[in-house]
Every structure is written in structure tokens, then in C-alpha cells.
């Protein structure tokens, strides 16, 4: 199959080296002339564990290309993806649609012959059928289905979760386009993954309902483990105690500073403002963004408490800056809310992060130092604020000989608290009460 993706964020470009090593010859566009010529030359703009290799090989192997203009590239493709940023828009929290509307107008002018379209972008219910409605305003003579397949990869384990998902959902009643679909994705059904084929609408509401029920799932027990500080228990305990019952599941039963990311925050947002219009409101999704927003703010404090209250003067170290391990992704990190109140409250930050490049330019008055050890030196108190792996490793009676003092804020449990006590730290952490 041709293939043509439109947008190289980390949804189109994860997608199209996958879909490339599936076989089938893609074309990744992008109107970011410099991030088309960094490709080219095999530079990755994004940080994803094994990306690079998939990319270099599926070039070498000419099933996959980068390109600006996107014209030759949507008259010969059998199915044109877009994948372009969906940001929450400015002031209301809905979802912004303007790249996704160019997108649909561009392709219009410019299919030749059955094209399916397909929205991997994730858009509010009823998108596709303004797509559809703006390609054939542009066209009317284009032979043309919209479809949505939603994409749930995650950051960190986006290559992982394109090639072995849980599920497939494809939206579209249009039995062309399905043909095209199942072509598509041939690799994964020989192993038996399961599609689920629905109404576009259905479709476009499945992704909102999974990124909005695992924010839930993740707030839950974040009030769990605030609760379990209260009451003296331990969160990871109940996490596993509930976790073992096959309706609830084990996974995103983490406690930690509460969710960030590029989907999350902004899906939530955009799925409480699609149930107020239909005046079907979502009070679980606006608490449970209230509560996460809060949880984040509230976390400096924490950071405070454990220095007696006094952070004038003193100097804090943190470890780790993104919004979750194996990813340069700033977007809605909590470190984002927790610096800045950490420096508002008189403390000095220096900072580590593996992938830290972006944080640089995010985050102002922060002293950022090339290794861990260099951040905890002469620290008052360490922060970790996200689990890299290098931070579980570490040696923990090196970097108590380096701090100032040895309080250590552990926001992601990545340590045993007896194991703390018994090196001399005073250690706190979420929900082990
Ligand atoms: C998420 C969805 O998992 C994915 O299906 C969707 O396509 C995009 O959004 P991603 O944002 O990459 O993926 O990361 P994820 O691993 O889901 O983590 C999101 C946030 O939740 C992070 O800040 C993470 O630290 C937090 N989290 C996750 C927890 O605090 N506890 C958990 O148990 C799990």
C-alpha cells in the first residue's frame, strides 16, 4: 500500500516507520522545511528508544521518505493520514482543529483516484465529517472515505505499542475504505490483535474515553495515596491488593505528582468541553482535571514540609525534568509547576534530567548539571520528580556524602523507605504512610 503521512510529530512519524516496516511504501510530509532536511539526513527530532534505527533501516530499504510537498505524494497514496498537533485552544480548552482543517483542505486539492482518509490526529467527535464536509466543498467530484483510527502509543514505548497494540479501533462504515484498512494493518491481525471496526463518531469518542478513564484511573489513587499518608498504609500495597482483581487491572495504579504529557491534560480538557456543548456534562473528567491540576501545584509544599516548613535560601536538587521517563517531552510536566513554586519560595534549584535539552528551555533560574551526583551536591534536600531508571541505580551512600543534608523527596517511589531510614536518610514519598 502507499502511504502518505501528514505531520512528523511523534504520532505521524512513529506511524509511518512503523507502517514503512510493515512493508508498505511511505511518504512522511511535513511543511517544517528544516525538520524535513534533518530526517533526511537521519536526525531524529525526538527523543523515542529505538526510533532511529527503524527509521535509517526503512529508508535504506527505500520504503520510506520525508518530503515538504506533499502533492506527488497524496495523488499516488491509497490512504493519506493526518497526523498533526490538535493543541488545546487558547482560553477555552477545546481542541484546535486549524491544522487538521488545512490538512483536509490541502488533500482535497490533490487526490487522484480512491483515497482513504484517515485521522490519526486525535480530534473531537464529529471531525471526520468536517473533513469529509471540506473535501468535498473543495472536490466535489473526489472518490474519497474519512476514516478515524485513533492512535494510543505511548510515549517512551511508542514503537512497542504500534506493533503490538491491544486493539486497532478503525471508524468508517465505508467498505472500501475498510478493505484498505485491513490491508494496512495485515502484520498485526496474523497475530491475532483484535480490530474493532465502528462508527467514525464511535471511533473518534473511543480515544477521548481511554486517555480520560487512565487519567481517572491514575487520580484515583493519587487521592488513595494521599488517604494512605493520613491513615498510615501504603499505597503500593492497596495499588496491588486492588490491581490482582481482573475488572480493575494492575497497570496505571502508579501514585506520583499527578499525570503530564502531550495527551492527558489536553484530551481531558477537550472532553470536558465536547460534554458541556452536549449538554451532557462530565463532572468524574472536571474533577478529576481539577484535582490533577492542584495535585501538581500542591507538590512544592511537600518539598517545604520536609525542610520544616523554611525553603528561603536553600538549596534543592531534582532529578529527572520530563513528564515521565525515556522521552525530552516537557509538555504539562509536573517539574513545570513545581520548580517554579520551589524558586518562589525562596530555593535555589540545580537540576538533572538524561534527556534534559528541552527542559532547558522551559524552565528559568535553574542551574542544570551533566549528571546526578552533580545535583545532589550540596543539596539541602533531592527531588525526584521522574523515575528514569539511572535513578534507581543509583549509589545512594555517595550521593549522601555529597547533599548538604540528607532529606531526599522521592514524588515517584522509586525507593524503599526502610532501606532510606536504615542508609540515614529522611526520606518521604507518596502514599506509604
Ligand atoms: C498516553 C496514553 O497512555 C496513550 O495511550 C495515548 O496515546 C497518549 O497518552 P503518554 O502521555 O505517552 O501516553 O504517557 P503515559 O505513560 O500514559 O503517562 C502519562 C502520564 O501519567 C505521565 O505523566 C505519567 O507519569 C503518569 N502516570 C502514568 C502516573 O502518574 N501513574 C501511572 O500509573 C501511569
Known sequence: MRVTMIGT???????????????????????DAGKIERLKKGEIPIFEPGLDDLV??????????????????????????????????????????????????????????????????????GTGDEIEAIIRKANPSADFAVVSNPEFLREGAAIEDFKRPDRIVVGTEDERAKAVMNELYRPLFLNETPIVFTGRRTSELIKYAAN??????????????????????????????????????????????????????KDTLALVRTAQDAKTPMRLIETTVAI?????????????DALEGDLNGKVIGVLGLTFKPNTDDMRDAPSLDIIPALQAMGATIQAYDPEGHEARQMLRGVDFKDGPYEAVE????????????????????????????????????????????????????????
Open 56 to 125: 535509517t533501516r526503512n529508508v535504506r530499504e527505500g520504503r520510506l521518505a520525508f518530503a515538504v510537498e506533499a502533492g506527488e505524494a497524496i495523488r499516488a497514496a491509497d490512504a493519506v493520514f493526518i497526523a498533526v498537533g490538535t493543541p488545546s485552544r487558547r482560553g477555552d480548552g477545546h481542541a484546535d482543529l486549524s491544522y487538521v482543517h488545512a490538512a483536509a483542505e490541502e488533500i482535497a486539492g490533490l487526490m487522484d483516484g480512491f483515497t482513504v482518509v484517515v485521522t490519526k490526529s486525535t480530534v473531537p467527535v
Open 378 to 433: 550540596g543539596a539541602d534536600a533531592v527531588v525526584i520528580i521522574t523515575e528514569w531508571d539511572q535513578f534507581r541505580a543509583l549509589d545512594l551512600d555517595r550521593m549522601k556524602l555529597l547533599m548538604k543534608a540528607p532529606n531526599v523527596i522521592d514524588l515517584r517511589n522509586i525507593y524503599r523507605p526502610e532501606d532510606m531510614r536504615s542508609r540515614g536518610f529522611r526520606y518521604s514519598s507518596v502514599g506509604r504512610g
Open 212 to 265: 480520560a478513564f487512565l487519567a481517572l484511573k491514575i487520580t484515583f489513587i493519587n487521592e488513595i495515596a494521599d488517604l494512605c499518608e493520613a491513615v498510615g498504609a501504603d499505597v503500593q500495597q492497596v495499588a496491588r491488593g486492588i490491581g490482582l482483581d481482573k475488572r480493575i487491572g494492575n497497570k496505571f495504579l502508579n501514585a506520583g505528582p499527578g499525570y503530564g504529557g502531550s495527551c492527558f491534560p
Open 292 to 304: 490533577n491540576d492542584a495535585r501538581k501545584k500542591a507538590m512544592a509544599g511537600r518539598v517545604a
Open 9 to 31: 510529530g511523534y504520532v505521524g512519524l512513529v506511524s509511518g516507520a512503523c507502517f514503512a516496516d510493515f512493508g508498505h511504501d511511505v511518504v512522511c510530509v511535513d511543511k
